[in-house]
């Protein structure tokens, strides 16, 4: 065990470097946990180190890619592949961001000495603005914490809606008829003044519908950071998952600690990266949430690819009844980054006649593509991509 420690301490950095929050209080659980698993078996010492080093389910992927790297032989570099032999955007997502991290710890560190290199900038592109337009699963593990950060900054705000009440305002558009003889009261039964009043406005609620079934797993990393930056940003954002079922995961997203709140959502979470039942979820949020969370005109952000398992069963239906429980229907898809997309699927056709906007969502750009349009006001018109 006292050979073991140091390699435990290296392989919770590389951990670190692949963007999974691995600190001591995980090393010191992972060092306990293996003095009940015997060495010699491989998938008990791979089980013990994930049970206790890794806290949510979209982990288990680079987990066991920088466990293969790293467990292998820790003390030679890692080096990436021949590019003549295979594009490294073409590697998944996991394998990149593990062997990223190998190379980060093993690569030296320049000397102090070594003299200044200035690189000439012309005619080239910053790392900023290809980070903007660089696909989410494209993107390496240090690409992945920038985008985070830069999703947090994001402001979402959204055109106020008037409500029924009313606010007192001596500059107010309205005559405030009950107010005025109340104090005419006082001046027994003479109008000195006229009351006026305001009609209170205020931005509508937000309600969010991710899919985290299989196919949206990798976008919906990401996309979790947005909803939980939208959900401290503002009120009256009410935040779902579904996947074979339907999660409300607004309360767990309500902490200002990004990791703290996805530990809980994986906690309450069961179907992460599983089947998907669009159908069956918006059916059973129409019938459980929609008159809770959808009234004073709610805008409704539907993040799904489409890909219905059940062969969109009741998915027409369930999306027909929300688009006209909402004010606005926004449809997000990754998959309309392809050029040549084409609505082929089952469940892709039974959802684009309801929503009001089918847009993209596939990297920085688009999210702010969403932003702006969120901002402006205005109700949006039918259209199919």
């Known amino acids: 065990m006292n050979a073991l420690a140091p390699n435990l301490i290296a392989f919770g950095r590389v951990l670190r470097r692949a963007g999974l929050p ?48 790293f467990w292998r032989n820790p003390d030679l570099p890692i080096r990436p592949p021949d590019p003549d032999e295979q594009p490294p955007d073409t590697f ?41 337009s660089l696909d989410f699963e494209a993107m390496s593990a240090e690409q992945l914490s920038e985008a985070k950060r830069e999703i947090r900054r994001l402001v979402l705000p959204l055109s106020e809606r008037p409500t029924r009440r009313f606010r007192s305002d001596t500059t107010g558009p309205r005559i405030d008829l009950r107010a005025t003889l109340r104090g005419s009261m006082r001046l027994g039964g003479e109008i000195a003044s006229i009351a006026r009043r305001r009609q209170i406005t205020r931005p509508p609620p937000l309600v969010l519908l991710c899919d985290v079934s299989g196919s949206m797993a990798r976008y919906a990393q990401i996309l979790l950071h947005f909803m939980h930056a939208v959900a401290n940003d503002r009120a009256r954002v009410h935040s779902f998952v579904f996947g074979t079922r339907l999660t409300n995961i607004t309360r767990a997203l309500r902490n200002r600690d990004p990791e703290v709140a996805f530990q809980a959502v994986s906690h309450i979470l069961p179907d992460w990266s599983g089947g998907t039942r669009i159908g069956e979820a918006l059916d059973r949020f129409n019938r459980l949430w929609a008159r809770r969370v959808l009234g004073q005109g709610a805008v409704v952000l539907l993040i799904t690819d489409g890909l219905d398992r059940s062969g969109a069963e009741g998915l027409s239906e369930a999306a027909e009844r929300l688009s006209h429980s909402c004010r606005r229907l926004i449809w997000l898809n990754p998959l309309l980054r ?43 018109h039918r259209r199919s991509a």
């Open 22 to 69: 691995v600190g001591p209080a995980e090393a010191l659980g992972a060092a306990e946990a293996l003095g009940h698993v015997p060495f010699s078996d491989r998938e008990a010492f791979r089980a013990a180190l994930r049970a206790t080093m890794v806290h949510r389910r979209d982990h288990f992927e680079v987990f066991d890619a920088a466990f293969d790297l």
């Open 92 to 132: 998944p997502a996991a394998t990149r961001r593990a062997s990223e991290a190998m190379l980060g710890a093993s690569q030296p560190r320049s000397s102090a000495g070594e003299p200044e290199r200035r690189q000439d900038a012309a005619l080239t592109v910053s790392d900023n603005e290809l980070l903007q």
């Open 338 to 380: 392809f050029a040549g997309f084409q609505p082929r699927a089952a469940g892709i056709r039974a959802l684009l006649p309801h929503v009001h906007e089918h847009r993209q969502v596939h990297n920085l750009n688009s999210l702010r593509a969403l932003v702006a349009t969120l901002s402006a006001d205005g109700r949006s």
